[in-house]
T-cell receptor, first 113, second 113 residues
Framework: QQQVKQSPQSLIVQKGGISIINCAYE??????FPWYQQFPGKGPALLIA?????SEKKEGRFTISFNKSAKQFSLHIMDSQPGDSATYFC????????????FGQGTRLTINP | GAVVSQHPSRVICKSGTSVKIECRSL??????MFWYRQFPKQSLMLMAT?????????EQGVEKDKFLINHASLTLSTLTVTSAHPEDSSFYIC?????????FGPGTRLLVL
């Protein structure tokens, strides 16, 4: 009920290509879905987040697509660059109260130059 | 964006000693802070949730007497690893929540010899 499943575990994309990472959740009460980017030896950094009242949110080269009926959301990185090589985590939570984030397993993205 | 700091960034200690890690929200007040542990190439494992002025809520399997958490103010939480052993060596990351958004610190690398 509380799980967030993320795929793929690792992804290799050529420079300039589109990177796509998918997540699926179970708890329909979740109403906040962030994505975090983590470089080795650093803490996760908030990349972009979406709420279920919209189906898509775009910030620069990063887009979240959200499918409420399928309980799925995905991160698209357009024009992927070597500097985007990092581990990406999706997460879900309730926006009210002291609710914890439920994280996906992470995707290690490598952008080949 | 909001900034969360952690101190120290890395610490090496002898087995049996205690280590304190500080987590501060620098430009916002956080009613809730979270402490995570991360093993290499794995997702973040939530250890505990702490609310200002109250006792921390620990996740199942986390020893509260070993990992002491204090959330003394709206901008400061501390994690003390008591009687540290080599198996406690890990990357510890804190997170501070404001509204629905969680911001993460840069992490603390603990090595217990």
């Amino acid at each position: 009920q509380q799980q967030v499943k993320q795929s793929p575990q690792s992804l290799i994309v050529q420079k300039g290509g589109i990177s796509i990472i998918n997540c699926a959740y179970e708890n329909t009460a979740f109403d906040y879905f962030p994505w975090y980017q983590q470089f080795p030896g650093k803490g996760p950094a908030l990349l972009i987040a979406i709420r279920p009242d919209v189906s898509e949110k775009k910030e620069g080269r990063f887009t979240i697509s959200f499918n409420k009926s399928a309980k799925q959301f995905s991160l698209h990185i357009m024009d992927s660059q070597p500097g985007d090589s990092a581990t990406y985590f999706c997460a879900a939570s309730l926006s009210q109260g002291a609710q914890k984030l439920v994280f996906g397993q992470g995707t290690r993205l490598t952008i080949n130059p | 964006g909001a900034v969360v700091s952690q101190h120290p960034s890395r610490v090496i200690c002898k087995s049996g000693t205690s280590v304190k890690i500080e987590c501060r929200s620098l430009d916002f007040q956080a009613t809730t802070m979270f402490w995570y542990r991360q093993f290499p190439k794995q997702s973040l494992m939530l250890m505990a949730t702490s609310n200002e002025g109250s006792k921390a809520t620990y996740e199942q399997g986390v020893e509260k007497d070993k990992f002491l958490i204090n959330h003394a103010s709206l901008t400061l939480s501390t994690l003390t690893v008591t009687s540290a052993h080599p198996e406690d060596s890990s990357f510890y990351i804190c997170s501070a929540r404001t509204g629905a958004v969680c911001y993460f610190g840069p992490g603390t690398r603990l090595l217990v010899l």
